[in-house]
C-alpha cells in the first residue's frame, strides 16, 4: 500500500465531477501524512474505541467496531501501532481478511471533542507477539504500519458523551464476565471447551 497513490481513477473521476480536484490535491500535501505526530499519539492512545476496515482476498469488505480501555491502543513507533484482539464471536471475520488481504483502514472517533483520524496500512495477526503479556485478556495482537496518516473534518460528527466503560473490556487483575449470549441454549454445544467450563463455573 505504501506505494500507491491517495487516489485512484474512481476518486478522482468523483473529484472532477464535483471540481474538487485541486482541493483534494491541497489536502495531501498539507494533512496527510506517513508518520505520527505526538499529537496523533496523545488522540489515539487515549481512545476506547477504533472502527476497522478490511477486506478478503476478492475485495469484499467488512466494518467492525473494536473497543477496549483507553490505552489498549498503543503507537510503538513513528510508522507502527498495536492493539490486543480480545475474546469475541469467534467468526473472525475482520483478523481473517487480514490473514489473506493485510490491507486496513482505521478510524478513531472522539465524539465529545469532535475529532477523528483516519489511519491506513497494512496489518499482521499472530498469537505468539511478546505484547500480549503487556495486554491483559488478548487472544491475539494486531500490529499496523501505517502509509497514510490524516485527519478527517469533524462537521458531521454528532456530539455524544460517554458515560461508562464497557464492563467486558478487559484489564489487569480483572476477569470480566462472560456474555449471556454465550449461555444460549442455540450456542451451547458449538462453543469451545473453555467457554463452556466458563460456563459450568458460573
Same mark, same amino acid.
Given at each position: 500500500?505504501?506505494?500507491?497513490?491517495?487516489?485512484?481513477?474512481?476518486?478522482? %473521476?468523483?473529484?472532477?465531477?464535483?471540481?474538487?480536484?485541486?482541493?483534494?490535491?491541497?489536502? /495531501? %500535501?498539507?494533512?496527510?501524512?506517513?508518520?505520527?505526530? $505526538? $499529537?496523533?499519539?496523545?488522540?489515539? /492512545?487515549?481512545?476506547?474505541?477504533?472502527?476497522?476496515?478490511?477486506?478478503?482476498?476478492?475485495?469484499?469488505?467488512?466494518?467492525?467496531?473494536?473497543?477496549?480501555?483507553?490505552?489498549?491502543?498503543?503507537?510503538?513507533?513513528?510508522?507502527?501501532?498495536?492493539?490486543?484482539?480480545?475474546?469475541?464471536?469467534?467468526?473472525?471475520?475482520?483478523?481473517?481478511?487480514?490473514?489473506?488481504?493485510?490491507?486496513?483502514?482505521?478510524?478513531?472517533?472522539?465524539?465529545?471533542?469532535?475529532?477523528?483520524?483516519?489511519?491506513?496500512?497494512?496489518?499482521?495477526?499472530? $498469537?505468539?507477539?511478546?505484547?500480549? %503479556?503487556?495486554?491483559?485478556?488478548?487472544?491475539?495482537?494486531?500490529?499496523?504500519?501505517?502509509?497514510?496518516?490524516?485527519?478527517?473534518?469533524?462537521?458531521?460528527?454528532?456530539?455524544?458523551?460517554?458515560?461508562?466503560?464497557?464492563?467486558?473490556?478487559?484489564? &489487569?487483575?480483572?476477569?470480566?464476565?462472560?456474555?449471556?449470549?454465550?449461555?444460549?441454549? &442455540?450456542?451451547?454445544?458449538?462453543?469451545?471447551?473453555?467457554?463452556?467450563?466458563?460456563?459450568? %463455573?458460573?
Amino acid at each position: 500500500m505504501e506505494n500507491t497513490p491517495l487516489y485512484h481513477d474512481g476518486m478522482r %473521476q468523483l473529484q472532477d465531477i464535483r471540481e474538487t480536484r485541486s482541493l483534494a490535491d491541497r489536502l /495531501e %500535501q498539507v494533512t496527510v501524512r506517513s508518520g505520527f505526530t $505526538e $499529537e496523533d499519539r496523545l488522540f489515539i /492512545e487515549g481512545s476506547s474505541m477504533v472502527f476497522v476496515a478490511t477486506a478478503d482476498s476478492h475485495g469484499h469488505p467488512d466494518c467492525s467496531y473494536k473497543g477496549g480501555l483507553p490505552g489498549f491502543v498503543r503507537v510503538l513507533d513513528k510508522c507502527n501501532l498495536a492493539f490486543p484482539d480480545y475474546d469475541g464471536n469467534g467468526m473472525y471475520r475482520t483478523w481473517g481478511n487480514v490473514v489473506v488481504n493485510p490491507n486496513i483502514g482505521l478510524l478513531f472517533l472522539d465524539f465529545d471533542k469532535s475529532k477523528r483520524i483516519r489511519v491506513n496500512g497494512t496489518a499482521t495477526v499472530t $498469537e505468539d507477539d511478546p505484547l500480549r %503479556q503487556e495486554f491483559p485478556g488478548s487472544v491475539l495482537i494486531v500490529r499496523v504500519t501505517a502509509s497514510y496518516i490524516f485527519p478527517n473534518c469533524p462537521r458531521y460528527l454528532h456530539k455524544l458523551k460517554l458515560t461508562e466503560h464497557s464492563v467486558y473490556a478487559p484489564k &489487569a487483575d480483572y476477569k470480566p464476565p462472560a456474555p449471556a449470549w454465550k449461555k444460549f441454549e &442455540a450456542f451451547r454445544d458449538a462453543l469451545p471447551d473453555r467457554d463452556k467450563d466458563a460456563n459450568d %463455573q458460573s
